[in-house]
């Protein structure tokens, strides 16, 4: 049996993604709020950089992974038209109720599927676009969803992984405090839930860095990565193209 961390903790493998659904189960319901306030709203910058960067165009075929309460799903939906598609998919199907709820509201309605992005149930060369936005740090086989994303574009289709990453070291003790002190307690007085908030900051530090990354997208066939600092590190936007 192999292990993996969750967080600081080393768990069997097999037991990594049942952790990761019991955070996101717990967090679904406060998530939207939760990420303004501990973001102070960047997040919202920071997807928006990723929608231009992505730079979708009427009729593209887009794959929303760990798509969540779907910021970028609903995004790419107003760039693509009615002539593209947006398929909006997440393993953990609470979050994935929260975002089609919310699209619904707002009279936007895509194909939403629970998905697992290590077996993407989508024929090679689908997309023009896919992206995964603060997702792939909970996966357990990250080369293997990295390998499936990179199966499920055509050719000289874009990923984007926006992403924490490592901050810039002028920043790292303000960072951590925040992180460690800070973070946990919003996460108690907002949404009752210490403990996800602890597991976000450690899996921050345990999530490769911005060039080990960019060395695993290689590794995954994408033939040219790019990586965009954002905030001094605190979150990195890979680009990768399948040439
Ligand atoms: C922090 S949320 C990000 C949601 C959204 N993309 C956003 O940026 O707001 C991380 C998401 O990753 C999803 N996730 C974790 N492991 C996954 C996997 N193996 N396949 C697909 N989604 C996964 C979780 O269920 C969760 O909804």
Redesign the pocket.
Known sequence: MANTHFGFKTVDENEK?RH?RSV?DSVAPKYDVM?DLMSAGL?RLW?RYTIAVANPQPGHQVLD?????G??SLAFARKVGAAGRVVH????EA?LREGRTRLLDLGVVLPTMV????KLPFADNSFDIVTV???LR??THKEL?LAEMHRTLKPGGKLLVLEFSRVAKPLEKAYDWYSFNILPKIGKWVANDEESYRYLAESIRMHPDQETLRQMMKAAGFGHVDVHNLTGGVVALHVGIKC
């Open positions: 993604a990761v996101f990420n997040h997807k992974i760990a798509g969540g309460t910021d970028l998919t997440d393993i953990n979050m998905c697992d992005a290590e936005a603060f997702g909970n996966m969803a």
